[in-house]
């Protein structure tokens, strides 16, 4: 079974890349909604939380772990790998290496929680994989509880989506990388602002191809989906066909639960 886990929606844009890359893989997501967000939280609760969630996964048979969540990796993934050695850990991360690669102007912007903008893991990436290349790193406060909730189709935050990527545009940036798992879900908002301008970059696809490689057996299963959240569960599976995948309800094995973790 592969677990897979974030602060709460955002994440799901991951398990569904995942559930496309191993459709027979068994898979359990864990939406820690009694938490989030985690963007406006400090490292220390973020950790506790990412060393909790992970060992329920981990006692609930997951051979394979994903941290779906930028903020999680950033401030806990080393964490949660010293804690269980033993098992295999993906995490997320913006990706500035394939915007990098890409840019034509040698400028690239990335929108991220607070906590992953301030990140020295951020930091490090930028100077790993952006050298010479302008990056600008952009704080979006609210932006996961919008997504939360579900206001997707709000016009004020429409509006502040606007004026957030103006001057990023305007200055040059190229590829738009969205660092938080949430955003991936604002892509209907997000695409007509840098429609001929920027493109979007998104890392769910590649965390898929890497599941694969490290799945091994987990692969082979009966391509099963375990919903838990920390609370609200019914909110989460509610949010399957609000966020565009009803297609995953039918692998439900059983009612979204709560867990304890
Ligand atoms: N989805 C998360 C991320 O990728 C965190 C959002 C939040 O809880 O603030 O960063």
Do not use: E, K
């Given at each position: 079974m592969i677990g897979i886990f974030d602060s709460?929606?955002?994440g799901l844009s991951v398990l569904a890349a995942i559930a496309r890359a191993l459709p027979q893989a068994d898979l359990v997501y864990f939406a820690d909604t009694a938490h989030v967000p985690y963007g406006d939280k400090d490292d220390a609760f973020i950790r506790a939380r990412v060393l909790a969630i992970g060992g329920h996964l981990v006692e609930r048979g997951c051979t394979l772990v994903v941290v779906a969540c930028n903020t999680a990796t950033a401030a806990a993934v080393a964490a949660f790998r010293a804690a269980f050695p033993a098992v295999p850990v993906v995490g997320v991360e913006p990706g500035v290496k394939p915007a990098a690669k890409a840019s034509r102007n040698r400028h690239i912007a990335v929108l991220a929680t607070v906590s992953t903008a301030r990140s020295e893991r951020l930091a490090r990436l930028i100077r790993e994989h952006a050298d010479g290349v302008r990056v600008d790193v952009a704080a979006c406060p609210g932006w996961a509880t919008k997504v939360e909730t579900l206001h997707l189709a709000d016009p004020d935050f429409a509006a502040e989506v606007g004026r957030q990527l103006a001057p990023l545009l305007d200055a040059g940036a190229d590829q738009i990388v969205l660092g938080c798992t949430h955003y991936a879900f604002l892509a209907p908002l997000l695409e007509p602002v840098v429609a001929g301008r920027a493109a979007l970059v998104d890392v769910a696809d590649a965390v898929a191809r890497q599941c694969v490689r490290l799945a091994g057996p987990t692969a082979h299963g009966r391509g099963r989906l375990h919903l838990l959240a920390s609370a609200q569960p019914e909110r989460l599976q509610a949010a399957l066909p609000a966020l565009?995948?009803?297609?995953?309800?039918?692998?439900?094995?059983q009612p979204a639960a709560r867990a304890h973790a």
């Open positions: 709460g929606l955002g565009g995948l009803h297609w995953l309800t039918p692998r439900l094995a």
